[in-house]
C-alpha cells in the first residue's frame, strides 16, 4: 500500500498543484470562504465522492466509505480561509483579490485534504472504515469555525475516533515532517483596554488627565503577571501591539485604545491570568486619575496532542519519509483553533516541512512574500493518505 500510494501522489502531483494556484489566486477572509467552499464540493464530486454535505455556513465535510464502513471513522481536517495581507510574491498565481492573501498556507492544507480525497476514493475498495474529510472555515478568526463546526454536529454521524490535521512550516525543510507530543501551542486571548480621562492642551498638564501616560504606565505594570505571576514551567506570553492615542504633540486625548494578546499552556493559570489583567489595568489607570475598560475576548484553548497517538503517527511518517527526516518539535505561542477538536477527540497536528533555501523560499508563516516549494504537496498528500490507511487498520 505504501508505495502504491506514494506512485499515486505523484501521478496526481501536477493535478494538485494546479488546485492549490486555483485557491491561492482566490482567497477569500474567514466565514467568507463561499466560492472556496463551492470550488471544494465541485472537486470532491469530480473525485467520485458523493456523500458531501455543508455545515457552520462555509465549512464542508465528505465521507469516503471503504469495506466495513462502520469498523472506525477518523476524520482528517483542513482549514480553508486566508489573511488580510497584501501579497507581495512575484508568481502566476499571485492573488487576484487586493488585502487578501493565503499567507499561512491553508490553500496548501486544502489542496492536500482534495488530494488525499482523490487517493483514497480510488483505493476504498482496499481499506477498511471511514475517512471523515472536514474541510473548515475560520481558523484565523476568533470565536473560529472549529467550534462552530462541532456545536452543528461535525463530530457525530458518523462519530471519529481520532482527528488529524496537517500545517505547513517553513523552518522545516522540504522532505521533512515534524512532530510534538503533548503541549504543543498555547491557549490565545484578545485583551482590549480603553482609557479614559479629561483631556485637553499638552502644555497644561495639571490641568487634565494624562491618558497617554496612564496607558503606558497599564502597559509596564500589566508586564508582571508574566514576569512575577506565572508560575515557573508555564510558557506564557503578554504582547500588546497596537496603541492609539490620537491625540497630537500638545494634545492629551480624552481616550486611549490599547490592543494585545494573552497566551498560556495551562487552563487554570489562563483564568488566574485574565483576572489578574483587569485588575492591574484598572487599578493603574485609577492611581494616575484615569479610568480603564477592560474588555477580553476568550479565543482558543491550548493545543494538546495526543500522545499515543503521536507516537503511532512518528512511527508511520518514518515508513514514508524516513528517520532522518522526521523532526522534533519545540512548544509554540502561536494559536490554533484545531485544539477545540483536540479536546474532544483523540488528535494530533503535525507539519510538513516547505522550506528550500536554494530556491529562496524562506519567508515565515502571515507575510506577504510566505510561499511553499510545491514538491511539499506531494508529500503532504501521499503522507496524509497512507497515514489515514494504516491508522484504520
Request: with cysteine; aromatic share 6%.
Amino acid at each position: 500500500m505504501l508505495q502504491k500510494i506514494k506512485s499515486l501522489s505523484e501521478k496526481y502531483s501536477s493535478e494538485i498543484i494546479k488546485i492549490r494556484h486555483h485557491l491561492h489566486e482566490n482567497p477569500e477572509l474567514s466565514f467568507c470562504e463561499v466560492k472556496t467552499s463551492e470550488y471544494i464540493i465541485e472537486t470532491l464530486k469530480k473525485f467520485n465522492i458523493q456523500k458531501i454535505s455543508k455545515i457552520a455556513g462555509t465549512g464542508v465535510v465528505a465521507l469516503i466509505e471503504g469495506k466495513n464502513s462502520e469498523s472506525k471513522v477518523i476524520a482528517l481536517r483542513a482549514d480553508i480561509d486566508a489573511l488580510p495581507i497584501v501579497e507581495k510574491n512575484d508568481i502566476a498565481y499571485k492573488s487576484k483579490n487586493n488585502g487578501v492573501m493565503h499567507a499561512c498556507g491553508h490553500d496548501v492544507h486544502t489542496s492536500t485534504l482534495l488530494g488525499v480525497a482523490k487517493i483514497l476514493s480510488e483505493l476504498k475498495d482496499e481499506f477498511e472504515g471511514t475517512v471523515k474529510l472536514i474541510f473548515q472555515p475560520a481558523e484565523e478568526k476568533l470565536p473560529g469555525g472549529a467550534i462552530k463546526m462541532i456545536k452543528e454536529g461535525v463530530l457525530t454521524n458518523p462519530i471519529p475516533e481520532i482527528i488529524i490535521a496537517q500545517h505547513v512550516d517553513p523552518a522545516l525543510p522540504i522532505g521533512t515532517l515534524g512532530f510534538k507530543s503533548g503541549m504543543y501551542m498555547a491557549s490565545t486571548d484578545e485583551v482590549y483596554l480603553t482609557v479614559r480621562g479629561k483631556g485637553g492642551h499638552a502644555a497644561m498638564p495639571h490641568e487634565i488627565n494624562d491618558t497617554v501616560l496612564s496607558a503606558a504606565q497599564i502597559i509596564t505594570a500589566l508586564q508582571q503577571v508574566v514576569s512575577r505571576k506565572a508560575k515557573a514551567g508555564i510558557p506564557s506570553v503578554l504582547s500588546f501591539g497596537k496603541i492609539i492615542g490620537n491625540g497630537a504633540t500638545n494634545i492629551i486625548p480624552e481616550e486611549v485604545k490599547i490592543e494585545g494578546t494573552f497566551r498560556t499552556m495551562n487552563e487554570a493559570w489562563r483564568k488566574e491570568a485574565l483576572t489578574l489583567i483587569q485588575h492591574i489595568a484598572e487599578t493603574t489607570a485609577q492611581a494616575m486619575g484615569t479610568t480603564c475598560e477592560v474588555f477580553i475576548m476568550n479565543g482558543y484553548p491550548a493545543l494538546i496532542n495526543d500522545e499515543n497517538l503521536t507516537e503511532k503517527v512518528k512511527k508511520i511518517a518514518s515508513e514514508f519519509v524516513g528517520n532522518e527526516n522526521v523532526k522534533d518539535l519545540e512548544i509554540r505561542m502561536t494559536a490554533e483553533d484545531f485544539s477545540y477538536f483536540t479536546n474532544s477527540k483523540s488528535g494530533i497536528l503535525y507539519r510538513l516541512g516547505v522550506r528550500n533555501e536554494e530556491k529562496g523560499i524562506v519567508n515565515p508563516l502571515h507575510s506577504p512574500s510566505f510561499n511553499i516549494d510545491e514538491k511539499a504537496l506531494e508529500i503532504g498528500v501521499g503522507y496524509m493518505a497512507f497515514l489515514a490507511v494504516s491508522l484504520l487498520k
